[in-house]
């Protein structure tokens, strides 16, 4: 990825496939970044010794990847959408017994406050005129 693509506007979704594109890449975004930061977070200044032992990499890949499907579902409000899935996304998170009861309600906030950050960029970027014509076009 090119340094000042990081700085140019994001793409309008404008077209059948991007809204598909931008819920997928969300939904994986939106857990990885969970595990990974949680992680970093907890462990602190130890996270580097931590993320090389192959025991804990096992276990965030075994959890990125069951949580994954977590992230795609009904429409709902974005506040609303961690509610059925926080319990099966916290228990996968490699978290250490003694500090599960403590870091529940954190996984749970920052579901919410990402998927509602997440909602905000769609709405900014969907141009829903030029996909409603298209879908009626499609249909019609």
């Keep these: 990825m090119n340094f000042l693509a990081f700085f140019r506007r994001r793409q309008p979704i404008a077209s ?3 809204p598909a594109e931008f819920i997928d890449g969300n939904a994986a975004f ?3 970044k969970g595990i990974y930061e949680y992680s970093r977070a ?3 200044y130890y996270s ?3 993320f090389a032992e192959e025991d804990f990499q096992q276990a965030v890949e075994h959890a990125r990847w069951r ?3 977590l992230g795609l579902h009904p429409p709902k409000r974005a506040i609303d959408i961690p509610e059925q899935f926080v319990q099966s996304y916290f228990d996968l998170m490699p978290i250490h017994e003694k500090l599960r009861r403590a870091e529940f309600p954190k996984t749970g906030s ?3 406050v990402t998927l509602c950050n997440i909602h905000d960029e769609l709405s900014k970027r ?4 030029a996909l409603v014509g298209m879908l009626c076009a499609r249909t019609g």
């Design 16 to 18: 059948l496939e991007t």
């Design 30 to 32: 939106l857990v990885q």
């Design 42 to 44: 907890r462990a602190g």
């Design 48 to 50: 580097k010794i931590l």
């Design 67 to 69: 949580a994954y499907p």
């Design 110 to 112: 920052y579901l919410r």
């Design 126 to 129: 969907l141009n829903t005129r």
